[in-house]
């Protein structure tokens, strides 16, 4: 099975934004080293405890700092923008960078209801029936140059895809709806592309690994006291979190998939049976912890379980 990665650069207690996208990019230079798939920047606005607000910007960052990874959107919330804009966006980094460039594109607002009026063309909102019509004008804009994926959390945005001829990507981390279906129906329904004639999916899971499951469990604490708070300030320490009494129960936040958390063998398990019931050989690992060293060390753990890395 192929690992990629869905960073959202995240923001710790006491650090700055600009350590979060410097750990971003040490990250993404680390997983290019472990041998993971791709290296996809998620667009998020308006919050102290993520920093990616430009995965454009971000992937052209990553691409002087990398050679060989795949780098991409997960991705470019395209409700916010012009379809023309986005694909000369892409087509430049295309252009700048070579063939490794994905750009994923979501409908979610990636922010709260002001910032996404903030965001509005012309402060008023697109309408979000056209939604379809917008990617299909940025596949035709875009030629062929960057393969787009449609990030799907729910079954319109993977009708989408069926019906565009284009690859999916399942947010498991921010839903609560059983993929498994829903994949199948993608594939059942698929409409072959020039640029994709066969369906081609993978799936965001949320993950932390540790060298022991005791070890996860511990570090995984930062994370749910971050869900507790409502996704709102930074990422919380881990004396904030044992001092705030966070346990197992937290794990699971009302609309999304309980996080994996363990060690390399109990995160292995259960990120095989979870692709397996998808249909998918791909997992694009989303980890969010206080610590760089953490995190940075559950991606390596995972890769050397999974044969990535000797």
């Known amino acids: 099975m192929q690992l990629g990665v869905v960073d959202q650069s995240p923001i710790p207690a006491g650090s700055t934004y600009a350590d979060a996208l410097a750990n971003t990019v040490d990250l993404a230079r680390r997983c290019e080293a472990l041998g993971y798939s791709r290296y996809w920047v998620a667009e998020h606005h308006a919050s102290e405890g993520l920093a ?3 995965p454009e910007i971000l992937i052209g960052h990553l691409a002087t700092a990398t050679s060989s990874i795949r780098l991409g959107s997960g991705g470019v919330m395209l409700t916010h923008y012009s379809p023309l804009k986005v694909a000369e966006t892409f087509r430049m980094l295309c252009v700048l960078h070579g063939q490794r460039i994905d750009l994923g594109v979501g409908r979610a607002p990636g922010s709260d209801h002001r910032t996404m009026l903030a965001l509005a063309r012309g402060g008023a909102l697109a309408d979000i029936r056209f939604y379809p019509n917008m990617v299909d004008e940025l596949v035709q804009l875009l030629d062929g140059v960057a393969p787009v994926w449609i990030l799907a959390s729910s079954v319109d945005s993977a009708s989408y895809a069926a019906h565009l001829g284009l690859p999916l990507s399942w947010a498991y981390f921010i839903t609560t709806t059983d993929g498994g279906p829903v994949l199948a129906a993608y594939r059942a329904q698929y409409r072959p592309s020039p640029s994709c004639p066969d369906p081609v999916s993978n799936i965001g899971v949320s993950v932390i690994c540790g060298d022991t499951d005791a ?5 995984a604490s930062s994370v749910r006291l ?6 709102r300030g930074p990422i919380p320490s881990l004396d904030e979190a044992r001092a705030a009494g966070v346990d197992a129960r937290l794990d699971v936040m009302p609309g999304r998939q309980a996080m994996v958390v363990g060690s390399p063998e109990r995160c292995a398990e259960a990120l095989t049976a979870i692709a397996g019931h998808h249909g998918v050989d791909e997992v694009l690992v989303v980890t969010i912890c206080h610590r760089h060293d953490d995190r940075v060390r559950s991606y390596e753990l995972l ?5 990535l890395t000797t």
Not at 215 to 219: C, P, S
Not at 226 to 231: D, I
Not at 303 to 307: D, L, S
């Open 303 to 307: 890769a050397k379980v999974f044969g």
């Open 226 to 231: 971050w869900r507790r708070l409502g996704l």
């Open 215 to 219: 070890d996860a469990e511990r570090i």
């Open 52 to 54: 990616g607000t430009s």
